[in-house]
């Protein structure tokens, strides 16, 4: 009898262990912050700006790492950017914009912050307000515009477009393309966008490099996949995690930082949220 029991209370032990090395394991995949590297190859990127170090960081989703995130913004201070791309879906709800003034004050202290709306902002409503905070604390907010960078003597063009949930006579990112190209032709053109799933059109504008997100990396990582899930349920999509090319344009998608997706609210495996450094190198 007392074999039995103990028996019986090592397999009770070794199943607690198992369902608590479980839920361990899956929190860290939700919220386990990997800081990724990778070098992105661009056409067109003119000497100055190889080797520029950028951070790129989306779908945030009303998260906080850290009181005024603080955990966030340290590991992104210690990447030495010389810029940010925020590309979309900050927050999901209207209360959330009380994250906002920290966030923005953070990154833009640490390098020139550029944001672009994404889906869940324009659902959330009132987007001008959100807008409006984002400026108010530091970040540049480009809403179917562009800007010019420079580095060590040359010139690039950053460009950002709202999300298609926005206005219906937006701007389009084929008519920015070629007012970017009427006025600067031949520089090399860099596109914040939210949806990685608009590669193709992007890329058929002609913009050398889009950074996007949207996707949370697939959601579910297996291997010889892209991700099991994509937006609006679709499944096995691609052009969600990493480096991709159609023609002479390049994507980096990242996985992003928050859950709050479809079809399982709240979850990722093998795919942990990401704070993604660039580096720039010539095609």
């Not at 540049?140 to 063009?157: A, F, I, M, P």
């Not at 193709?200 to 990582?221: S, W």
Request: hydrophobic residues 40%; proline residues 5%.
């Amino acid at each position: 009898m007392k074999t039995k029991r103990l028996r019986a209370l090592g397999a009770a032990l070794g199943a607690a262990a198992v369902i608590l090395g479980g839920a361990a394991f899956l929190r860290w995949q939700m919220w386990g912050v990997e800081v990724t590297h990778t070098q992105v190859a661009v056409s067109g990127l003119p000497q100055g700006f190889v080797g520029m170090r950028m951070v790129h960081l989306s779908d945030l989703h009303g998260h906080v790492y850290g009181e005024n995130h603080q955990d966030l913004l340290r590991r992104v201070a210690e990447q030495k950017p010389e810029l940010i791309a925020l590309t979309g879906d900050v927050i999901d709800q209207a209360s959330q914009r009380g994250i906002l003034p920290a966030l923005a004050q953070g990154l833009s202290a640490i390098a020139p912050t550029y944001f672009v709306t994404g889906n869940h902002e324009w659902a959330v409503g009132d987007v001008g307000r959100t807008k409006g905070i984002l400026e108010e604390n530091g970040v540049t907010v480009l809403s179917n515009q562009y800007t010019l960078l420079e580095r060590n003597g040359d010139q690039v063009v950053l460009a950002g477009v709202d999300d298609p949930n926005g206005y219906a006579d937006q701007k389009t990112p084929g008519e920015l393309y070629q007012e970017i190209a009427a006025a600067h032709p031949g520089l090399c053109t860099i596109l914040l966008a939210h949806r990685n799933n608009l590669f193709d059109q992007y890329a058929a504008c002609g913009y050398d490099l889009i950074l996007a997100g949207h996707a949370h990396g697939g959601i579910v990582r297996l291997p010889f996949t892209d991700g099991m899930f994509g937006p609006g349920r679709q499944m096995f999509p691609t052009w969600t995690a990493g480096v991709y090319t159609l023609g002479e344009s390049t994507l980096f998608a990242t996985r992003g930082l928050g859950n709050n997706t479809t079809p399982i609210p709240g979850f990722r495996l093998f795919n942990q949220p990401e704070i993604a450094v660039l580096e720039l190198v010539a095609q």
